[in-house]
């Protein structure tokens, strides 16, 4: 007998979410049955999602580092993937600040009184730079402190590179951590369709309505910049570099796209995305190290985002920026992509430092907050296929 050829995971997945969307257009006129009874099993899901990402972190760094068996060449990677991150995320600002002016002429001024918006303080480079080393072992997993268990898992790769043969039993039980965490990863991704449902669910049930309002424009003029990024940046990159077509490589990336969206979580799509970067033929230990990595620091979606607010909320106020003004804003943004990583609220602290650099009024983040969370789900997908694009490229590279 023929064995009966099972959906894949990705169609799973892309039903739970046509299921959610039509689910919460049917609950808009009550979306506190969304909230109260679908969101908590949303959140269980994500719960579980984040309960494995901080193991998967630290013991695939740790096994990717130890297998290098080359201190030099993690260095050589990490440069590699650090290059790639900044060069996508100046263009994606080139492309959201193009779009955002290419549209200002259906970003119409309004009345901006009474807006009001405290944005939350950015830190600064050298608290930054201070606060990726941890001051102790525990503190960072039990915050999910991304960058420093990136540097927790760096510096034990590093220590039984350097001992030599007196690591080998420390190597080996790394190897079975990470081995049993993506064992019960893979256990927690076959619930991906029903976490989908009930995470998107109650996200249309709230914010249908201002999909259809005033602001659909700037959301329109921001998914636009998304996919052009992704279909121009991206898959020319995966094509040119790491000689994967761009059919196969969105194909692939669908389960971990769709997840992104649902759940607007970069972190917590770090799973699927090694499944899926290690589908396309991408090295386990350059997977291991970059995509934890593109999922602290990489933030392309977010500097779309930026471009095309910085454009709307100037508009609103009836002001035009001045091509030094928008130079400023692609520096600022790129380096803030960086400067910010790991912080909650990054896309809004970011956004608010972008503003302040071209003295424009803070208060504007208000006009764009309320759906705040509709960018974020298209802006973690960008996220985390630029991560897979990065993936893909340096492995070629190093082959």
Known sequence: MKEKKKLPLAAWIFMGLVLGIVTGICLMGSPEIATTYIKPFGTLFLNLIKFIVVP??????????????????????????????????AVAVVIGLALGNASKGIFETISTTGLEYTATEAPSFIDTLVNIFPSNIISPMANTNMLQVIVIALFFGFGVISVGEKGKAFAEFAESANAVSMMIMDTIIKFSPVGVFCLITPVVAENGAGILGNLAAVLLVAYVGYLLHMIVVYSISAKVFAKISPLRFFKTMAPAMIMAFSSASSVGTLPLNLECVEKMGAKKDVASFVLPLGATINMDGTAIYQGVCAIFIA???????????????????????????????????????????????IEGIALVAGIDRIFDMGRTVVNITGDAACTLVVSKTEA
């Open 56 to 89: 998967i972190v630290l013991f695939s760094i740790m096994v990717g580092v130890i297998s290098m068996k080359d201190i030099r060449k993690v260095g050589k990677i990490g440069a590699k993937t650090v290059g790639f991150y900044m060069c996508t995320t």
């Open 315 to 361: 508009s609103c106020y009836g002001l035009d920026l001045t091509l030094a003004q928008q130079l400023t804003i692609i520096l600022t943004a790129t380096l803030a992509s960086i400067g910010t990583a790991g912080v909650p609220g990054a896309g809004m602290i970011m956004l608010a430092m972008v503003l302040q650099s071209v003295n424009l009024p």
